[in-house]
């Protein structure tokens, strides 16, 4: 899939890719609140890597984040968690360079699309309770908190809560 907005442009990732992507994870303030990174480039290897083999479906995607000049500005994901229960799950991250501008509110919405065409009912996200960032932007995008998923992952040694969002789709 490649979608494309008066914006943004999600396409599949490609070997090029690295240089700015790395740029992107390797980035402290962007990983802050992930359960992986700051990668090494290594780390930003084997996950390009992972979204050229498996990231174009049917049940896992994953797309580069670009402006229309093809500019990298981020990734995004979504995965089909429950074919008969017809669930998925997504996540994005974005350069800091292009927080605060709309930016991922437009991925999110844009992943929600995608589902909805992949014929999902549910879709969830999940954020670190302290990102509030993250929390506006699945807002936005249409999801509710469902609530505080308690010791929900183990991140750098520590057990760590997420809050649960999600939309459900009519369809």
Known sequence: MTATTSRLRLRPFSESDFAWLHLITANPTVTRYTSWGPNTPADTRAFLDEASRSGRGPDEFTWAVTLPDGTGIGSAG????????????????????????????EVAEQLVAFAQTLGMHRVEATCHPDNAASARVLEKAG???EGRLRDHLHVRGA????????VVLRN
């Open 159 to 166: 057990w760590r809560d997420s809050l649960l969002y999600a």
């Open 143 to 145: 999801l509710t908190l």
């Open 78 to 105: 979504l995965e089909v968690i429950g074919r008969e229960n017809r669930r998925a799950s997504f996540g994005y991250m974005l350069d800091p360079g292009y927080w605060r501008q709309g930016y991922a509110t």
